[in-house]
C-alpha cells in the first residue's frame, strides 16, 4: 500500500498538468493512427508492415506495442492516472522510436529528425520524476489511499 500511495503522491503544482494534458492527448493521437487509423494513420495492419520494412520485427506486434503505449499511456497521462507508470512507458517507446527511426535524420522533423520524439521523451522523464501533480486522478487516490 505504500508503494501504491508513492507512486501516486505528487508534490508538482499546476505545471504537471500543463505538459501531462497536451502531451497525453499528442501521443494518444499518434497510438489511434497507429492502432485505429484514425487520424490519417495505417492502422495496425500498415504501421506493422512499415515497422517490418525498416527492420523492426516482428511488424504487427511492435505496432500494437508502441500503438498501445502510445494511445493508452497518453490517455493515462491527459487524466492523471498511473502517471509515472504511464510516463516511463511512453517515454521507453519513444527513446525506441528515436533511436530506431529518427537519430539517422538529423535533429530537425523537416527530414523526419527525433527533435519532436526528444521533446516527448523529455516530458515523459519529468512527469515520471515528478509525478501528475495536484490537478490528477493519482492526487484523489493518494489521499484516498492516505486515509484508510
Partial sequence: MKLLNTLLSSKAGVAALILRVPVGLILAAHGAQKLFAWFGGYGLEGTGQW???????????????????EFFGGIALAIGLLTRPAAVVAGFTMLIAIFSVHIS??????????????TLLVVTVVLAIQGAGSFSLDNVLAKKLANK
Fill in 51 to 69: 515497422m517490418a520494412s525498416i527492420g523492426l520485427e516482428p511488424g504487427y506486434w511492435l505496432a500494437m506495442m508502441a500503438g498501445s503505449a
Fill in 105 to 118: 535524420n538529423g535533429l530537425f522533423m523537416a527530414n523526419n529528425g527525433y527533435e519532436y520524439a526528444l
